[in-house]
């Protein structure tokens, strides 16, 4: 059964820095690793997306690595802003179907 | 990206009554999926929304309690029945369009059992 494992469950740092967080899981068999964020009291917003067969995805400030064969992934902020604070969700894909099974999430507060 | 409506946005209900959650998407998908979001835990889902066919259900979750339809390729129905307070989550519904595509969440339904 996969397991998703997200370190650390909470961060907090200051306006500017550069961080990463991570994301574990244990069946390396998996279609696909989606991040998302998710602000409080909304639904989830679809950050990135990494086929199986990449290593990394960018958009903006963000940056997400893929090591299948370890079973790892990175997000990678650049030169954080208040407004990154949200909770941040790695989600692996499963089978034909590509069934999300979610990490319990990073809580990230970027303090101006 | 699809864009997802979810109502109600938030309810408050009495034990052992139901509720009816709908999922509307501007666009056809392929899949649709249920989650429920326990207070302070992440995601599960409950059951994929097969279009014209019956829903494939998680372990841990029945469709005498959760009964799911899809009529078509932009509409998903989810009833939570004989609601407890367990019952007590956030539910959302996600979409995807065709096979390695992102999934995309709706703002979820905040379900409160007295």
């Known amino acids: 059964k996969q397991e998703v494992t997200q370190i650390p469950a909470a961060l907090s740092v200051p306006e500017g820095e550069n961080l990463v967080l991570n994301c574990s899981f244990t069946d390396s068999a998996i279609y696909n690793l989606q991040w998302f964020r998710q602000d409080p009291g909304k639904g989830l917003t679809s950050l990135l997306l990494i086929q199986s067969s990449q290593r990394e995805q960018t958009s903006g400030r963000l940056n997400a690595s893929l090591d299948k064969s370890s079973g790892r992934s990175t997000l990678y902020i650049a030169a954080s802003q208040p407004g990154d604070s949200a909770t941040y969700l790695c989600a692996v894909a499963q089978g034909g179907s590509e069934k999300l099974v979610f990490g319990k999430g990073t809580k990230l507060t970027v303090n101006p | 990206s699809a864009v997802i409506s979810q109502k109600p946005s938030r309810d408050i209900c009495q034990r052992g009554t139901s509720l009816t959650i709908q999922c509307q998407v501007d666009s056809q998908v392929t899949m649709m999926f249920w989650y429920r979001q326990q207070p302070g835990q992440s995601l599960t889902l409950i059951a994929t929304a097969n279009q014209g066919s019956e829903a494939t259900y998680e ?46 969440f709706g703002d979820g339904t905040r379900l409160s059992i007295l």
């Open chain 2, 59 to 104: 372990s841990g979750f029945v469709i005498d309690k959760f009964p799911i339809s899809r009529p078509n390729l932009t509409f998903s129905t989810l009833t939570v029945s004989n609601m407890s307070p367990e019952d007590s989550s956030i539910y959302l519904c996600s979409a995807r369009r065709g096979p390695g595509e992102p999934q995309h």
